[in-house]
């Protein structure tokens, strides 16, 4: 079983910064991806930026230049620093990570979610 533990969210101006952090726990052999998606009411969730064990990134279009993912293997943690925010990145964020536990299986698990309200 792997658990999933966010924080990081909350409500910030428009332009503002906030980091959401993503530990992973439990019986991990490796971590492979990590990921952070989000959805908005009433809207589909869609991938805001991944990250693999290599350290290759991609994010959606909307927020590159603005969102950096980071990872830590040695705490097991996905990062997603989200700087010039807009009303627009008001979201529920969710992250997911993916790899192998010690008794060989794979998992795939995602975070309880954390929410992200940009307004003034």
């Known amino acids: 079983q792997v658990q999933l533990e966010e924080s990081g969210g909350g409500l910030v101006q428009p332009g503002g910064s906030l980091r959401l952090s993503c530990a992973a726990s439990?019986?991990?052999?490796?971590?492979?991806?990590m990921a952070w998606y989000r959805q908005a009411p009433g809207k589909q969730r869609e991938l805001v930026a991944a990250i693999t064990s290599g350290g290759s990134t991609n994010y959606r279009d909307s927020v590159k230049g603005r969102f950096t993912i980071s990872r830590d293997n040695a705490k097991n943690t996905v990062y997603l620093q989200m700087n010039s925010l807009k009303p627009e990145d008001t979201a529920v964020y969710r992250c997911n990570v993916d790899g192998a536990l010690v008794d060989g299986r794979a998992f795939g698990s995602w975070g309880q979610g954390t929410q992200v309200t940009v307004s003034s």
């Open positions: 439990g019986s991990i052999l490796s971590i492979y991806g």
